[in-house]
């Protein structure tokens, strides 16, 4: 790589391809939620170990390291999006693993903290600019241009972010702009650290218990936020299975029967739910906080809670 041949005698060098450094990592462990083995064909951390370390051979921008444990491994990137492939293709390969929060990699120079920045280029319609530049100012979003684009009363904004504030600013966009405002990004430079950036204001629905939902159980639970599941589908304990409508989380039976009586209603009952929240691998990674992790599978993509952390929590 990036060795020019050329004649020996009047050859010149080409200039050597600089290639971007990381800067978002994110744990790849195995997985160890109860359904483990059901639906992908590896599983093991060799396994793992072995694709992840294949894979940089022909991906030059991604670096793996070793973590702490045995069965987990740090995998960095030029993004989120740029793992979330990785994570894609290797669940089309047919591997099961869990994966952690995205954490931005941060560097220090002469005894102060920089953390990457990117230049966000974000074209949306006029009447929904103002809650667009909202968001982008909840996360240390510098405005370093605004034009209008286009006859269709579309404005063009070009920001300077840090890439933590980047961390699911997509999906919020598209929810502010109703689907069409477009965002891209490119990596800019480390600058001085912004400040903290808000996190998620709401809290995440966990089960406390494993087995099957039931529609009795949904009704009740749909009415503390917006469930991610529908009734008959299999859980486990510490499952995230919906968003909570207020900070913090709410444990809760969303498998939970309702109790057989002798006495006969004639009055029927009607239950009414509402249609469960689907998120894509993309919207699960920008969900998670530091206590989260996202189970991949080739069938499934599930959230829970990292029963890791929740013992140093207890302890």
Not at 213 to 226: D, F, K, L, M, P
Request: net charge neutral.
């Amino acid at each position: 790589m990036w060795e020019t041949i050329a004649d020996k005698v009047s050859g010149t060098a080409l200039p050597t391809i600089k290639i971007e450094e990381p800067t978002v990592r994110m744990s790849f462990s195995i997985n160890t939620s109860p359904f483990v083995g059901k639906e992908g064909k590896f599983v093991t951390s060799r396994n793992l170990r072995d694709r992840l370390y294949r894979e940089l051979e022909r991906n030059l921008a991604m670096k793996v390291e070793d973590g702490e444990t045995a069965d987990t491994f740090l995998v960095s990137g030029r993004g989120t999006l740029h793992l979330t492939i990785l994570i894609e293709n290797m669940r089309r390969e047919g591997y099961e693993f869990m994966i952690g929060p995205p954490k931005v990699i941060n560097k220090t120079v002469n005894g102060k903290l920089l953390e990457p920045y990117e230049i966000a280029a974000i074209e949306v319609p006029e009447e929904y600019m103002g809650s667009v530049v909202e968001l982008l100012g909840k996360r240390r979003g510098q405005m370093l241009d605004m034009e209008a684009s286009g006859p269709e009363g579309t404005s063009l904004l070009k920001y300077k972010v840090p890439t933590r504030g980047l961390i699911g600013l997509r999906n919020a966009i598209l929810t502010a702009s109703r689907g069409r405002a477009i965002l891209n990004t490119i990596f800019d430079s480390y600058g001085p650290w912004a400040g903290d950036i808000s996190s998620r204001d709401q809290g995440s629905l966990v089960a406390f218990e494993g087995g099957s939902t039931t529609s009795y159980a949904c009704v009740n639970a749909q009415e503390r936020g917006i469930l991610f599941v529908k009734p008959g589908q299999d859980i486990y304990k510490g499952q995230i299975v919906g968003i909570h409508q207020r900070p913090g989380d709410l444990a809760l039976n969303v498998c939970k029967k309702k109790a057989a009586t002798n006495v006969r209603s004639n009055k029927e009952t009607t239950v009414v739910l509402d249609e469960p929240l689907s998120y894509s691998l993309d919207d699960c990674i920008e969900y998670i906080q530091e206590d989260e992790l996202v189970e991949v599978t080739p069938e499934s993509i599930r959230m829970s809670k990292n029963p890791k952390i929740s013992k140093k929590k207890n302890n």
